[in-house]
């Protein structure tokens, strides 16, 4: 049981604490958002291990979060975990190789609580913002009677619709069209991570409200589906993004700026696909195969960044396999594409006028900067809450394509499938469509995040709730 000595008079101020998942697009979209609020002129306290903290910073792209005089980072120590290889040819492609990184992740509840509590002393509120598979580690703001917390849902607001819709046994009903394409979540998750959500979710009901990084213009019916009182109760929600920034710097210094940016510069527009499947996956040997020969056949332009998923630890040594077949790389530099084994900066390389498509696992964070950069999808999900934000792009948004539906999930994507979709998307009036219809979904997402814009006043509006 933790206790916070009240000290003298507080300031008239309020910090706010934010506690990621360590896993990358759980840090990178918290991290996005602690620049929001702290342009509120609101100290923001960043929380994570050293290693993880490291790795969002190093990543984050768009922005300079050393630069940001208001963003404190806290490196806590976690317990020693293994940090294995990802397995391509585990039983399910969520994962479960980061399972001890996000175990020891648990062991953050006293460093916080501690912090919580010298926060606590020195103002006059602290708010909380939680990522929702991080509620047991702030469990301990019910003792602290000048805090509150909020949970962060990282997912779209249709899929979490859903999960809590189904989890509550359908209290009202909903379209019968939109059921019809709402895939299972059977192969979504392993059994170790449902029993780690499920742990989570004991202490959802002592946060005062959920934060999504999405908006009114992506998912408005779905987040009045939320606000039903069946679904969210008497808390408030809010709809914040999104949450990466919508205009990303042109850096022209060759010392700065990822040689992909150097060969964008020079192709013409809408006429590069970007391929990326995030840092949780990691395809198999065939699969690679059947891909790297799909993209030749499609003869389309591309920056395909092929490398694993990440470790627990992304900085330790890890051995690259080397998987495409001979002469492949120099075969497509010479015909006008690039593959990428590093770090891409793909806010950057989605923002630049010769990006014309994207092919992705659908992870939300790669969702909504493909949305917000105005760039149609090519979805190929691989686990989690992937295969219900492909329904949401490619069916509902109408911003893209199925590469592989999720009930083939176990099936081999052949190269004749993936140039079909690749040669879809880049070069037919189908998917002419789609990038002009993706276009004008970018430009009203962007324009709602100026100020006067409705997501801008959202935020607005929570800013004035937490400060009240």
């Given at each position: 049981m933790f206790h916070c000595r009240k000290d003298g008079q507080k300031k008239a101020q309020v910090a706010v604490v934010l506690v990621p998942l360590p896993m990358q697009g759980h840090l990178n979209q918290l991290l996005h958002l602690a620049r929001l609020i702290s342009s509120y002129n609101i100290p923001v306290h960043y929380v994570s291990s050293a290693t993880h903290n490291r790795q969002a910073k190093r990543r984050v792209h768009g922005w300079e979060p050393l630069a940001t005089s208001n963003l404190h980072f806290h490196e806590f120590r976690t317990p020693h975990f293994l940090s294995p290889p990802p397995d391509p040819y585990a039983p399910t492609m969520f994962p479960s190789h980061?399972?001890?990184?996000?175990?020891?992740?648990?062991?953050?509840?006293?460093?916080?609580?501690?912090?919580?509590?010298?926060?606590?002393?020195?103002?006059r509120r602290v708010v909380?913002?939680?990522?929702?598979?991080?509620?047991?580690?702030?469990?301990?703001?019910?003792?602290?009677?000048?805090?509150?917390?909020?949970?962060?849902?990282?997912?779209?607001?249709?899929?979490?619709?859903?999960?809590?819709?189904?989890?509550?046994?359908?209290?009202?009903?909903?379209?019968?069209?939109?059921?019809?394409?709402?895939?299972?979540?059977?192969?979504?998750?392993?059994?170790?991570?449902?029993?780690?959500?499920?742990?989570?979710?004991?202490?959802?009901?002592?946060?005062?409200?959920?934060?999504?990084?999405?908006?009114?213009?992506?998912?408005?019916?779905?987040?009045?589906?939320?606000?039903?009182?069946q679904i969210t109760?008497?808390?408030?929600?809010?709809?914040?993004?999104?949450?990466?920034?919508?205009?990303?710097?042109?850096?022209?210094?060759?010392?700065?700026?990822?040689?992909?940016?150097?060969?964008?510069?020079?192709?013409?527009?809408?006429?590069?696909?970007?391929?990326?499947?995030?840092?949780?996956?990691s395809l198999t040997n065939e699969q690679i195969t059947e891909l790297a020969v799909g993209l030749e056949r499609s003869k389309q332009k591309f920056?395909?960044?092929?490398?694993?998923?990440?470790?627990?630890?992304?900085?330790?040594?890890?051995?690259?396999?080397?998987?495409?077949?001979?002469?492949?790389?120099?075969?497509?530099?010479?015909?006008?594409?690039?593959?990428?084994?590093?770090?891409?900066?793909?806010?950057?390389?989605?923002?630049?006028?010769?990006?014309?498509?994207?092919?992705?696992?659908?992870?939300?964070?790669?969702?909504?900067?493909?949305?917000?950069?105005?760039?149609?999808?090519?979805?190929?999900?691989?686990?989690?809450?992937?295969p219900r934000n492909t329904v949401l792009v490619a069916k509902l948004l109408r911003v893209g394509l199925v590469v592989r539906d999720w009930a083939c999930r176990d099936e081999l994507v052949t190269s004749t499938t993936i140039e079909r979709a690749v040669t879809t998307l880049m070069a037919t009036r189908e998917g002419d469509e789609m990038r002009r219809r993706a276009a004008e979904l970018g430009a009203a997402v962007r324009g709602s995040a100026v100020e006067g814009g409705d997501s801008r006043m959202e935020l607005d509006s929570f800013i004035a709730y937490i400060t009240r």
């Open positions: 980061l399972q001890p990184s996000v175990d020891a992740s648990l062991c953050l509840r006293e460093p916080v609580t501690k912090l919580l509590c010298t926060l606590s002393a020195r103002t909380v913002i939680h990522d929702s598979l991080m509620a047991f580690v702030v469990q301990d703001v019910v003792l602290i009677p000048n805090a509150e917390s909020y949970s962060f849902h990282s997912v779209s607001a249709f899929a979490m619709f859903f999960y809590f819709w189904e989890a509550m046994g359908r209290p009202f009903p909903v379209e019968a069209e939109i059921l019809r394409e709402l895939p299972s979540l059977e192969g979504c998750f392993t059994i170790e991570f449902k029993k780690f959500i499920a742990k989570q979710h004991e202490y959802a009901k002592l946060s005062a409200g959920r934060v999504y990084n999405t908006c009114k213009i992506i998912e408005g019916r779905f987040l009045d589906l939320l606000a039903k009182e109760g008497n808390k408030k929600q809010w709809a914040l993004g999104p949450f990466n920034p919508v205009d990303v710097p042109k850096t022209k210094s060759m010392t700065q700026r990822h040689r992909c940016l150097e060969w964008l510069d020079e192709q013409p527009p809408s006429t590069v696909l970007y391929v990326s499947f995030g840092t949780t996956t920056i395909w960044v092929l490398r694993d998923a990440d470790k627990g630890n992304v900085f330790a040594r890890a051995k690259k396999r080397e998987l495409l077949p001979e002469g492949y790389e120099e075969r497509m530099d010479a015909n006008g594409s690039m593959v990428v084994r590093d770090w891409a900066p793909q806010l950057e390389i989605l923002g630049h006028p010769s990006t014309g498509g994207c092919m992705s696992h659908c992870g939300w964070n790669s969702c909504m900067e493909c949305i917000t950069m105005g760039v149609p999808i090519a979805a190929w999900p691989m686990h989690s809450d992937q």
